[in-house]
């Protein structure tokens, strides 16, 4: 078997060479991190679910013209994306007070907010991805306004189209976070969504009885991590095996 090049390991993911220039494999791992990784624990099956629900969704997203690096997946852990520049923020937006904004401005976690708010955070480890407003982004140079512009467009369009999907299978969508990317197409560049989104960068909460189905069970240590995942993608229709979805968001009473 060849060898593939290992371009990075992250806390979640690996990324090696793809079989084309422009293309990267994205193989997800069963690590689960919090609090920037002062937390780590191996939880088997996380990565396929993962992957199969980042797949669901991006798959989702090109097809409604929403442009993302995803190409196909290729196996249960791995999928084949174009390569992209990512640009070092992560971009939150939020329906629902929970998590950090409830904290800092002390508002109830559930509270619904007056209106979807997106927030800025600088991608960085050693800093423990601090919060930044546009005036940061453009003076350090990670963006600039009118990229700034282009990202808000994607994230209220990713916004409102999880809204309605969550919403369709008896979730409540409070808020999640994606990563950009620019993408190079000879002399033409655009911005794209990038890495994944799965309940390790959403929070979902069922409908009917509140439960948590996302990464906040293994932040607060309330186990069945896997089992929600499960549900997630069970709900979403996404079939257990190895061949692509096929039947569409399953109606939950
Ligand atoms: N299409 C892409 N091209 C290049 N890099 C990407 C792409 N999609 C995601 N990435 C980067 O790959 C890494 C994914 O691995 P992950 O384990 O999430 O890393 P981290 O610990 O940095 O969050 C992230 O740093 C993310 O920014
Ligand atoms: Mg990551």
Redesign the pocket.
Same mark, same amino acid.
């Given at each position: 078997m060849s060898r593939r090049r290992r371009?990075? /390991?992250? *806390?979640? $993911? =690996? @990324?090696y060479e793809g079989p084309e220039p422009g293309t @990267?494999i994205?193989f997800f *791992?069963d690590?689960a991190?919090a609090f920037n %990784?002062k937390k780590h624990d191996v939880i088997e099956g996380k990565g396929v679910l993962n992957n199969r629900i980042s797949e669901f969704i991006f798959e989702h997203l090109n097809r409604i013209g929403i442009p993302t690096?995803f190409i196909r997946r290729v196996n249960m852990r791995e999928q084949l994306? $174009? /390569? =992209? +520049?990512?640009i070092?923020l992560e971009i939150v937006v939020r329906n629902v007070a929970a998590g950090s904004l409830a904290k800092r401005l002390g508002i109830d976690e559930g509270t619904m907010l007056p209106r979807s708010i997106i927030e800025f955070y600088y991608?960085s480890?050693e800093l423990d991805d601090p919060m930044v407003s546009e005036e940061h982004i453009t003076a350090f140079g990670w963006a600039n306004p009118q990229e700034i512009d282009d990202i808000m467009a994607l994230a209220i369009r990713v916004n409102d189209f999880l809204t309605g999907l969550f919403m369709g299978v008896g979730i409540q969508l409070v808020d999640f976070k994606i +990563?950009c990317?620019r @993408?190079y197409e000879g002399d033409m560049m655009r911005i =794209?969504v %990038?890495? +994944?989104i799965s309940p390790d960068n959403c929070r979902l909460w069922d409908i009917e009885t509140q439960d948590k189905l996302d990464k906040d069970r293994y932040r607060r240590d309330m186990g069945g991590l896997v089992d929600a995942y499960q549900e997630v993608a069970r709900r979403l229709g996404i079939v257990n095996g190895n061949e692509p979805p096929r039947s569409g968001p399953v109606l939950v009473k």
């Amino acid at each position: 078997m060849s060898r593939r090049r290992r371009i990075y /390991e992250g *806390k979640g $993911k =690996v @990324l090696y060479e793809g079989p084309e220039p422009g293309t @990267l494999i994205q193989f997800f *791992k069963d690590d689960a991190t919090a609090f920037n %990784a002062k937390k780590h624990d191996v939880i088997e099956g996380k990565g396929v679910l993962n992957n199969r629900i980042s797949e669901f969704i991006f798959e989702h997203l090109n097809r409604i013209g929403i442009p993302t690096h995803f190409i196909r997946r290729v196996n249960m852990r791995e999928q084949l994306i $174009k /390569e =992209v +520049e990512i640009i070092p923020l992560e971009i939150v937006v939020r329906n629902v007070a929970a998590g950090s904004l409830a904290k800092r401005l002390g508002i109830d976690e559930g509270t619904m907010l007056p209106r979807s708010i997106i927030e800025f955070y600088y991608k960085s480890d050693e800093l423990d991805d601090p919060m930044v407003s546009e005036e940061h982004i453009t003076a350090f140079g990670w963006a600039n306004p009118q990229e700034i512009d282009d990202i808000m467009a994607l994230a209220i369009r990713v916004n409102d189209f999880l809204t309605g999907l969550f919403m369709g299978v008896g979730i409540q969508l409070v808020d999640f976070k994606i +990563e950009c990317g620019r @993408l190079y197409e000879g002399d033409m560049m655009r911005i =794209v969504v %990038a890495d +994944e989104i799965s309940p390790d960068n959403c929070r979902l909460w069922d409908i009917e009885t509140q439960d948590k189905l996302d990464k906040d069970r293994y932040r607060r240590d309330m186990g069945g991590l896997v089992d929600a995942y499960q549900e997630v993608a069970r709900r979403l229709g996404i079939v257990n095996g190895n061949e692509p979805p096929r039947s569409g968001p399953v109606l939950v009473k």
